[in-house]
Nanobody, 125 residues
């Protein structure tokens, strides 16, 4: 089993920045692709960005390209999401997710096997 814990959410003004962190643990953690999803009230959970185990392959949703950056430190079992130029539409609960595989094709939530409990990001106008 893998456990994921997000942190770093909060309240920020439009145009500001936040850095989310995801700490992974568990005896089965190894060679996992990871991603970030978000869910706003009354809306479906949507894909934000994914990254392969070695970090050489990344995929971003069009809505965040050029503003968000995913990175990871496998030695520390940490995954990060740097969010710049935040917009009110970015307001959502952000979830860290991990796959059993080292790479994931597509952006479907069903491709991920483990999920954190989420961290709230609120962007004021």
């Amino acid at each position: 089993q893998v456990q994921l814990v997000e942190s770093g959410g909060g309240l920020v003004q439009a145009g500001g920045s936040l850095r989310l962190s995801c700490a992974a643990s568990g005896r089965t953690w190894n060679n996992n692709a990871v991603g970030w999803f978000r869910q706003a009230p009354g809306k479906d959970r949507e894909f934000v960005v994914g990254i392969s185990w070695r970090g050489v392959s990344t995929t971003y949703a069009d809505s965040v390209k050029g503003r968000f950056t995913i990175s990871r430190d496998n030695a520390k079992k940490m995954i990060y999401l740097q969010m710049n130029s935040l917009k009110p539409d970015d307001t959502a609960v952000y979830y860290c997710a991990a796959s059993k595989f080292s790479a994931v094709s597509g952006a479907q939530a069903s491709a991920y096997d483990y999920w954190g409990q989420g961290t709230q990001v609120t962007v004021s106008s």
